[in-house]
């Protein structure tokens, strides 16, 4: 975030600064260079002396970015919601919820184990919620290795079983480390070496992938709350998009907004 934050201070230095170089480039022809230097001292000491207008107009430049982001993801929800609240292979909760909480997420994400119990806690206080667990492994091959496992355990039943024992890994994820906690669940091996591969769990894969390209994700967790009475979305609400982690508390706003709806 302070990186995130670093390069808009530096966009807004240039755009503050931008115009009035074009301004002077647009009349060389009757400006000469100390004129034009004259401009360009006023404006690095108008910054230098108030650097809270660069922090100000960063604010300003992030919400208005937000609210962009907002936007797109509204209407993408929209478009996409048949593909966003299916997944019974990896839900939990109340099948037939008023609200769903759609998350994407990483087994290799930081945020994404922190926020795990915030999750279960949802399920557990709600008896009218679903969640829908969506893989988007953008980790490295460790992440779609785990992914698959977690997918391939669910298979036979054990998808959230194998989904918590993965987020709850104190230890960076290898193979070994992922296929020793699926044989720990006593999950069939063969079968579950088979399915991994299957064109089922690719097809869960791509499809999530696709999902979360048209709704211009960055990164995970990233959290979609919106009313869904009898398990069906309710077109014509309005869902809540969430770009990262949040607190329980926030969450809990969403769903009631969305259960209102």
């Known amino acids: 975030m302070k990186f995130s934050s670093f390069l808009t201070a530096g966009a807004l230095a240039s755009t503050l600064v931008l115009p009035t170089a074009m301004a002077a480039d647009a009349s060389s022809s009757s400006m000469s260079d100390t004129q034009k230097k004259d401009i360009e001292k006023v404006v690095h000491d108008y910054l230098l002396s108030n650097p809270e207008v660069l922090l100000e107009a960063s604010q300003a430049l992030q919400q ?3 609210q962009n982001m907002q936007q797109q993801a509204a209407s993408a929800i929209q478009e996409q919601a048949p593909q966003l609240f299916q997944g ?3 839900s939990v909760g109340n099948k037939k919820g008023n609200v769903t909480v759609v998350e994407f997420f990483d087994y290799q994400c930081i945020h994404c184990k922190k926020m795990s119990p915030t999750m279960e806690s949802l399920v557990k206080k709600d008896a009218n919620l679903r969640v ?6 953008i980790f490295g091959k460790s992440s779609e290795t785990a992914s698959r496992v977690a997918l391939a355990a669910g298979m036979q039943g054990k998808y959230m079983a194998m989904h918590e024992a993965l987020l709850k890994m104190d230890k960076r994820l290898d193979d070994k480390v992922v296929m020793d906690a699926a044989k720990s669940l ?3 091996m063969t079968k579950l070496k088979k399915d ?3 064109k089922e769990v690719t097809a869960i894969l791509d499809g999530n992938r696709q999902l979360a390209e048209k709704l211009h ?8 709350i919106a009313a869904t ?9 309005e869902p809540s998009f969430v770009p990262g982690a949040a607190s329980e508390e926030s969450l809990q706003e969403m769903i009631k907004k969305a259960a209102g709806n």
């Open 229 to 237: 009475p009898e398990g069906k979305f309710k077109t014509g609400s």
């Open 196 to 198: 991994m591969q299957s």
């Open 186 to 188: 006593g999950l069939d």
């Open 132 to 137: 829908i667990y969506k893989e988007f492994p």
């Open 88 to 90: 019974d292979l990896t």
């Open 217 to 224: 994700l960055m990164g995970t967790p990233a959290f979609i």
């Open 64 to 66: 208005k970015q937000q």
